[in-house]
């Protein structure tokens, strides 16, 4: 009788993180492996995906495993996020991030806001007053508790996505409840809904205020300033922490059963499981994300030294961590909203600089020369086309800085000089370069003085994990960069808040 087959195979799960998985015999088909995998990796795979392996007949390149008998006993697999899953993005860096319980996640500002459902009475009321509004156009008016509960149930609707919602927001709030219910509509308005953008501004002021008092973090940070009791602390609008970048989770509470304590003893294992040689990276984005809450709380109102919190919390010196804790504030995949982004803009880019560099001027000449050396290349590597792309658009907006693009030489020096660096890209050359280094060696992170990511292979993905870095420890964009920053956080990063 022959001995029942077994499989060892090595999942990747995500970029830098694998788990052993063994099976007693071959599934009856994909789906049965993709059922199995769920099991064995709860909650990480709780999104639809599938899986690739490495294929001998194309000397081990990646293949989507189809059939179930193309399965090695003995290989490696890799999950890939299927283009059907909501927050899937095409890209050819797919990476798969951490599971956010929905508890402990805010979410993004809708396209179309969501009009709730009131209480039964106000939605008899607006029933009837919409019928009415159709036949004749006549207005429904409604009672102060009726208002009441439709304002109280807006601001709980708007608060689950923004504590601090702008102008705009309000008033898109507003529209949506006018066009859900013409019956509304106010006469002397001239859309219709700005006495009801009004009345949202002054509920949320209150909606906040019983937040506070009832010790939600995200609003209570700002009480306890200025006041007829208190006239020597700050003026009550100084120093306001709230999200400025479109943040989605900037300061949550504690998580359920959990306490300071608690989480300070997670932080410990954190710390220890660094330390070691052969890291849990599961284990690590676990104790990551449960402490969450408390980082966020330190970085946010104690505002640390970077390499006092860096010590603290070294596991922000991993890439895959970066990504995950840029995902956790953004609810938005760091690697694969950038690099899908990029490349869509990439043409138009390339269009607005060729036609800058047929000008004159100091700009368009630096411009020039950078489409000069990059014409020359023989061959055009994505990432030497991505290279382009990103250091043409400061010098594109007049923000070239060689204080941030530093270029380091190891022939001539055995160190790059970071003193008095605020935040810089350091690129290690073995050569002098023209005004743009396409291709280094390596690029390393570099923030108050410190060296945080180092070997990085590529330069835009050096770029892109800075920009993570920003958001992950809270920092201010570079001055002379603004306008770069702010473009790759609105218009590639979809951040616009």
Same mark, same amino acid.
């Given at each position: 009788?022959?001995?029942?087959?077994?499989?060892?195979?090595?999942?990747?799960?995500a970029?830098?993180?694998?788990?052993?998985?063994?099976?007693?015999?071959?599934?009856?088909?994909?789906?049965?492996?993709?059922?199995?995998?769920?099991?064995?990796?709860k909650?990480?795979?709780?999104?639809?995906?599938?899986?690739?392996?490495?294929?001998?007949?194309? @000397? !081990?390149?990646?293949?989507?495993? =189809?059939?179930?008998?193309?399965?090695?006993?003995?290989?490696?697999? %890799?999950?890939? #996020? *299927?283009e059907?899953?909501?927050?899937?993005?095409?890209?050819?860096?797919?990476?798969?991030?951490?599971?956010?319980?929905?508890?402990?996640?805010?979410?993004t500002?809708?396209?179309?806001?969501p009009?709730?459902?009131?209480?039964?009475?106000?939605?008899?009321?607006?029933?009837?007053?919409?019928?009415?509004?159709?036949?004749?156009?006549?207005?429904?008016?409604?009672?102060?508790?009726?208002?009441?509960?439709i304002?109280?149930?807006?601001?709980?609707?708007?608060?689950?996505?923004?504590?601090?919602?702008?102008?705009?927001?309000?008033?898109?709030?507003?529209?949506?409840?006018?066009?859900?219910?013409?019956?509304?509509?106010?006469?002397?308005?001239? @859309? !219709?809904?700005y006495?009801?953008? =009004?009345?949202?501004?002054?509920?949320?002021?209150?909606?906040?205020? %019983?937040?506070? #008092? *009832?010790?939600?973090?995200?609003?209570?940070v700002?009480?306890g300033?200025?006041?007829?009791?208190?006239?020597?602390?700050?003026?009550?609008?100084?120093?306001?922490?709230?999200?400025?970048?479109?943040?989605v989770?900037?300061?949550?509470?504690?998580?359920?059963?959990?306490?300071?304590?608690?989480?300070e003893?997670?932080?410990?294992?954190?710390?220890?499981?660094?330390?070691k040689s052969?890291?849990?990276?599961?284990?690590?984005?676990?104790?990551?994300?449960?402490?969450?809450?408390?980082?966020?709380?330190?970085?946010?109102?104690?505002?640390?030294?970077?390499?006092?919190?860096?010590?603290?919390?070294?596991?922000?010196?991993?890439?895959?961590?970066?990504?995950?804790?840029?995902?956790?504030?953004?609810?938005?995949?760091?690697?694969?909203?950038?690099?899908?982004?990029?490349?869509?803009?990439?043409?138009?880019?390339f269009?607005?600089?060729?036609?800058?560099?047929?000008?004159?001027?100091?700009?368009?000449?630096?411009?020039?020369?950078?489409?000069?050396?990059?014409?020359?290349?023989?061959?055009?590597?994505?990432?030497?086309?991505?290279?382009?792309?990103l250091?043409?658009?400061?010098?594109?907006?007049r923000?070239?800085?060689?204080?941030?693009?530093?270029?380091?030489?190891?022939?001539?020096?055995?160190?790059?000089?970071?003193?008095?660096?605020?935040?810089a890209?350091?690129?290690?050359v073995?050569?002098?370069?023209?005004?743009?280094?396409?291709?280094?060696a390596?690029?390393?992170?570099?923030?108050?003085?410190?060296?945080?990511?180092?070997?990085?292979?590529?330069?835009?993905?050096?770029?892109?994990?800075?920009?993570?870095?920003?958001?992950?420890?809270?920092?201010?964009?570079?001055?002379?960069?603004?306008?770069?920053?702010?473009?790759?956080?609105?218009?590639?990063?979809?951040?616009?808040?």
């Open positions: 009788m022959a001995a029942p087959q077994k499989f060892m195979l090595r999942v990747y799960i970029t830098d993180i694998a788990v052993k998985v063994t099976l007693t015999g071959r599934p009856e088909s994909v789906d049965d492996l993709i059922a199995i995998l769920r099991e064995k990796v909650p990480r795979l709780d999104f639809e995906f599938t899986l690739q392996y490495e294929d001998a007949d194309f @000397n !081990g390149q990646l293949s989507c495993l =189809i059939d179930i008998q193309e399965l090695p006993e003995k290989g490696t697999l %890799k999950v890939v #996020r *299927s059907s899953d909501a927050s899937s993005l095409a890209s050819s860096d797919t990476e798969i991030l951490p599971h956010v319980p929905v508890s402990e996640c805010r979410k500002w809708p396209d179309i806001f009009v709730p459902t009131f209480s039964y009475e106000v939605e008899h009321v607006l029933e009837e007053g919409n019928i009415a509004y159709d036949r004749s156009g006549k207005t429904l008016k409604l009672s102060r508790a009726q208002k009441h509960n304002l109280e149930s807006m601001a709980s609707v708007i608060h689950g996505f923004k504590p601090y919602p702008s102008d705009r927001d309000v008033g898109m709030a507003a529209e949506a409840l006018v066009k859900a219910h013409p019956c509304l509509k106010e006469p002397g308005s001239e @859309n !219709g809904w006495g009801w953008k =009004i009345s949202l501004k002054f509920k949320m002021g209150n909606y906040r205020t %019983k937040l506070a #008092r *009832s010790g939600c973090l995200e609003v209570s700002n009480t300033k200025r006041s007829k009791n208190n006239p020597d602390k700050d003026p009550p609008h100084s120093n306001i922490k709230r999200a400025r970048r479109a943040e989770n900037f300061l949550p509470n504690f998580p359920k059963g959990q306490n300071q304590a608690s989480l003893e997670m932080r410990l294992n954190i710390l220890h499981e660094v330390e052969e890291k849990n990276l599961l284990l690590i984005d676990n104790l990551m994300q449960m402490t969450f809450s408390l980082r966020r709380q330190e970085i946010v109102q104690e505002n640390p030294l970077l390499k006092d919190f860096l010590v603290k919390w070294p596991a922000l010196q991993i890439e895959s961590q970066v990504c995950a804790e840029f995902h956790r504030i953004t609810n938005t995949n760091l690697r694969n909203q950038f690099y899908a982004e990029l490349d869509r803009h990439t043409p138009q880019l269009a607005l600089y060729r036609q800058k560099a047929s000008h004159t001027g100091k700009v368009s000449e630096v411009l020039r020369d950078i489409l000069r050396i990059y014409d020359r290349e023989d061959m055009h590597d994505i990432n030497i086309k991505r290279t382009v792309v250091r043409a658009l400061a010098i594109y907006l923000e070239d800085d060689p204080q941030f693009f530093k270029t380091w030489n190891v022939e001539e020096s055995d160190e790059p000089d970071i003193t008095g660096t605020p935040l890209l350091v690129m290690e073995t050569e002098n370069t023209g005004p743009v280094c396409f291709s280094p390596k690029t390393t992170v570099v923030v108050e003085d410190e060296f945080v990511l180092s070997d990085i292979p590529t330069f835009p993905e050096a770029f892109v994990l800075l920009f993570g870095l920003m958001y992950a420890l809270h920092l201010d964009y570079p001055r002379k960069l603004i306008h770069t920053f702010t473009f790759i956080q609105k218009m590639l990063m979809g951040l616009d808040d």
